[in-house]
């Protein structure tokens, strides 16, 4: 029996604390883009998987393995974003025009949690990750914006 207790950092801690929160978001937002990126079309599909590999490194990055620049990474979303934006949208579609865009919306309002989760850490080294995450919600919702145009 594990005592509700893992190891994380080498640590053995609390499965109640926060940061598994944090990472299991950051598993629930990566599991839906998974199932987005099943149905999308290839163009989609490689905008998606190369997030999924962002996700697995920010995993990496919060388990203490892997150190990440998340400031560059958050200037290449913002120039995803401004490519596909579109400044005539005004509103906030509802979710389930299609499978694919019901799955990025989803992903978004994980990701939105996710962001907020990863603010309660309060942890300074997490400012640009919070930044990122930020871009990325945006970008999945332009995202979806595309594929609610289809």
Known sequence: MDKSRTFLKGKKCLKSSSIFD??????????????????ASPKLNQQILKIQDDLIEIGGFLAGNLKADFSSKAVLLEKEIQKIADPKVKIFSRP???????????????????????????KKNLKDLIVFLDFLSNLLFWLVVKEEKK
């Open 96 to 122: 389930g025009k299609n499978q694919i865009s019901a799955f990025l919306h989803l992903g978004r309002s994980l990701c939105r949690r996710l962001e907020r989760r990863v603010i309660d850490l309060k």
């Open 22 to 39: 944090v990472l299991g978001d950051l598993d629930e937002l990566n599991a839906v883009l998974g199932i987005a990126r099943s149905k």
